[in-house]
């Protein structure tokens, strides 16, 4: 019956040898009284010895103090039976103990007392040898893979690892001599990506005995760190005077880190596990530079290797590949490499613009639009309007504006206060000579040559938006550069001065004039119709009130005038010094002038309202006036 059994405990020990039997004195009918035995077998290296009972029938007592078994392992105890147990018993309870350890001893001890009250068998068992796996022994730790044979095993590791001096652990070393290169790139094994378990490594960097070295790491830093904060992977470094470290967790060594050395070593080792990305040296930032019309997230000054940002164009720009003309999306991300550049790096350009439609408009009511309002983008990426005009429409500031528009009728003498906005238009010089000037349009305005003759490359100061000479609220505008007419004749003392011919000069301010409702540009007539006789105009002026004794206005005054023929003009006697050209137009009324101080003043027609303009050049009080025709064009250098 037992052969049967024993089949079934010897099949799955395929590699076990059966080496012999042991059993109790007298067995199977019954040991003596007072019997003993001792038996004891060794195991070879990488092998381990087994001992099974088939059968176990002993005298029972209180802690086996009367007949037993006991089974040693190396000496030590591991086993002591007595009593009746089943063959299952033997199987599940007692046979899995008893085992030699690799290559050492067991030992069997079997005594009886000096009496039985029944009959006991004894016991018998069978012993063998078989092969210790030690790739099933968790105390032998083969870091990678355990490979199990007769009477041994090996430990092998993956490809790029080699099995380290213990035999068991596989190591990546990485030793690498840097001596003499400041540049050379230091880094964790196979970084950015893991790095390996059981890494040795050790970077000797040197320079010369004069300098020292100074290491920036990377922002990305990750080096296993236990939630203690203890460093179970260290970067050290290794200067002459002491070690620097261990480094590990998320957070970089402060840098640059002064090692005070010219000549260090630089030593990164890693335990057998974890998952985590590494250390690497920056030798190059990478800068905020990338995609021209982009922004970056996040946005820094400067960006170290490992870095990565998200990369996102501009409104109404998609990324591009610079080789495919193919778009794919609004942003990309990138990261910074060692050598300082971006990768990858793509460009930001606007989409396929064709046939999309854009229309201009003025900011303010102050403009108005010259040429189209709405463009259609071409297939060469030109903006052309419906007329196929590809020069794009400008804004040009309405002339002639006025806020007030109430004209004077009245049949005063002399002149009229004006209000604010009334003449928008008028701008007021007090030195270095007094007199007045029209703006033309939000940059330029014209006033007569004799107003600031000498001054032609001064900054003089223009005032605007004003009405009462003696306050201080005014814009001030200033004049970049003045152009007098070339055929005025200049350097004639000014009182004693006849010849007015060409007396115009163009102003150009250092900045544009913010136009409103008081400030805002006169238009230059087109034609002469509005100076024929007879037709009725306004001047304005700060000069000398017609109704007073000469004295200088406060207030700027306008007051209406006709325009009187040539030949009425050359035969009033006060007029008879002047010389009077076909440049000028002649006007005037009894009581009502543009005088003195008065000059470079605008006359403008109708007489006020939407009105075109002339430019007061000179004038008598009570006398008639002569002011340059409209055949004296105006025009504003480009
Ligand atoms: C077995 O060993 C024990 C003690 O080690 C000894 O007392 C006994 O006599 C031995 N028996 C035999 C049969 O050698
Ligand atoms: C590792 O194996 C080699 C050759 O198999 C042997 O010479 C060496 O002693 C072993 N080292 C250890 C630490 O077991
Ligand atoms: C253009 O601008 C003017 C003044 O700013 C405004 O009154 C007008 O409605 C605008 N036109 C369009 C089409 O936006
Ligand atoms: C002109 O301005 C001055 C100074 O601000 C002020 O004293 C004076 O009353 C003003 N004149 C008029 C007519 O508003
Ligand atoms: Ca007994
Ligand atoms: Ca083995
Ligand atoms: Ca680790």
Redesign the pocket.
Known sequence: MWRLSLLVVLSPLVSSTLLGWVESPGYPKGYPSYA???WSRCAPKGHVLSIQLIHLDLEDSHECENDAVQVFSNGNLISLLCGKRSYEELQTAVNPQLWSVSGGCLSL?FHSDFSNHHRHSGFRGFYTLQDYDECEDLDVRCTQFCHNFIGGYYCSCNHGYHLDTDNHTCTVSCAEDLSGQTEGSVSSPSWPGLYPENSHCVHSLSVDPKLQLQLTFSKAFDVEQSPDGDCLDSLRIETHSGTLGPFCGSTPPASPLRTHSHQIKIHFETDGYGANHGFSRSNKVCLPTISPLSSLTPHKAEYSPGEKVTVTCDTGHYVSMPDRKQKIGKEYETTCQSTGDWKPQYICQPPDLYKSQITFNCSSSYYYLKGKDTYTCGTDGEWISSDNDIELPKCIAVCGKTQKSSVSTGKILGGEDAELGQIPWYLLIKRPRRGGASLINDRWAVTAAHVVEGFENSPLLWLGSIVNGSSNQYVSLQSEKIIIHPNYIKGLAADRRTNFDNDIALIRFSSRVELGPNISPICLSENSREVQEGNVGTIAGFGVESTKKRAVSRILQHAPINVISEQRCRDTPRNGAMRYTSNMFCAGAEGKDSCEKDSGGPFFAPPLGRGRGRISSWGLCLGARLVPKPSTEVTTPK
Request: hydrophobic fraction near 25%; avoid cysteine.
């Open positions: 003993s035995l001792n001890h």
